[in-house]
């Protein structure tokens, strides 16, 4: 019924850049928060930058001034703008949306598949 989609991840060389696109799409009544999180080998999944219906934004304090999320309401899209990347950001990108579907009551959660992130030194 619901599908998030990533797109834009690659292979980049540290100091480049990259964007991240995350399409919500499907039966869509509502959408509340939605964000990006990443996973690197062997460690746990990590939050990296929500951003609310109202356009307010968090951010991991390990990308602040150098990533900066953004959303287009209309289209139930996110995308994560990436700057100064360093190997450390090296992970498989999620987007995560918080939402509801038509003809329930309930916001849940739902996740992408993930797109791969290889910053190289």
């Known amino acids: 019924q619901v599908q998030l989609v990533e797109s834009g991840g690659g292979l980049v060389q540290a100091g480049g850049s990259l964007r991240l696109s995350c399409a919500a799409s499907?039966?869509?009544?509502?959408?509340?928060?939605m964000g990006w999180y990443r996973q690197a080998p062997g460690k746990q999944r990590e939050l990296v930058a929500t951003?609310?219906?109202?356009?307010?934004?968090n951010y991991a304090d390990s990308v602040k001034g150098r990533f900066t999320i953004s959303r287009d309401n209309a289209k139930n899209t996110i995308h994560l703008q990436m700057n100064s990347l360093k190997p450390e950001d090296t992970a498989v990108y999620y987007c995560?949306?918080?939402?509801?579907?038509?003809?329930?009551?309930?916001?849940?959660?739902?996740w992408g598949q993930g797109t791969q992130v290889t910053v190289s030194s």
């Open positions: 995560k949306a918080d939402l509801k579907v038509r003809a329930t009551f309930i916001f849940k959660d739902y």
């Open positions: 499907g039966s869509i009544s509502s959408v509340n928060a």
């Open positions: 951003i609310t219906s109202g356009g307010n934004t």
